[in-house]
């Protein structure tokens, strides 16, 4: 599963990496939070997690725009955790924060979106858990590690997304704060050394497969299976255990993605070699 990632970059470094036509972060957008967002919508955030407004690159018909008007390439903030269209509640994005690649182009939820609604979800890297194999928590059950997980490269990371649109019953459709737009990240089985921390992650697509998964004209069920099967390259990625800090969905800051000292390590796997350190 991908349940926590850092967004550090800010909106003017995000148009230029993922060749954004359109900056619209600073257009109104519907939070599902009861509460005003840590850090606000569109600044760094090392910590985003469920329910956050992010921004995410998409490619649609700008709103206002004449019908004829061609599909631009924009950044916007969306609330993580899909909503379908059809939800009677919004809470259901709870539960939504993630799709499986090896069903999201079945499953109700999330079948029309891969169809016509996809996205990029901008990030810095991931975090993920390792269950210690053989350290206890004071609950006696698996030691939980955090990891930060990042490209090796350090080239923008695009995760792969879906986005939808929930409208108020009964609220205006012109007011923009009638309408939830949501999107989730697509995982897959994880890669040889990854899986060492977690069985999931998130799909990351090469800059060459952007435009293809941006394209709303892509429709078919196929091209978009491909893409999804192309995107599986592994020895991308790097990572290292950080601070517990993280556990909480309140802690923020660069100091969240520092490695963690050799010597504050309990029962953790190594992902590149496989052994156990702090044992």
Known sequence: MCGRYAATANPEELVEAYEVELDATGEPARSVLKNPQQPPPGHPDHNVAPSKQAPVVLTR?????PEDAAPTR?????SWGLVPSWAKDPA??????NARAESVLDKPAFARAAARRRCLVPATGWYEWQASPV???????????PFFIARADE??????????????????AEDPLSWIVSYT??????????DRIHDRQP????????????????????????????SHVPGRFRAWPVSTAVNSSRSN??????????????????????EVVGG
């Not at 080239?155 to 009964?170: C, I, N, Q, S, T």
């Not at 800059?207 to 893409?227: F, H, K």
């Not at 390590?265 to 496989?274: F, I, Q």
């Open 203 to 230: 799909v990351a697509l090469e800059p060459g497969q952007w435009a293809d998964w941006l394209d709303p004209g892509l429709t078919s069920a196929e091209d978009v299976r491909s893409l999804l099967d192309a």
């Open 253 to 274: 800051g660069a100091a969240l993605l520092d490695p963690l000292p050799t010597d504050q390590l309990v029962g953790v796997v190594d992902p590149t070699t496989g």
């Open 61 to 65: 018909v700008p709103r206002g725009a």
């Open 92 to 97: 259901v994005g709870g539960r939504m924060t």
């Open 155 to 172: 080239a923008p990371l695009a995760l792969a997304g879906l986005y939808e649109f929930w409208k108020e019953p009964e609220a205006p």
């Open 185 to 194: 990240v697509i995982t897959t089985a994880a890669e040889p050394g990854l």
């Open 135 to 145: 350290t206890k928590d004071a609950r006696g059950r698996p030691r939980k590690q």
């Open 74 to 78: 924009q950044l916007r903030l969306l």
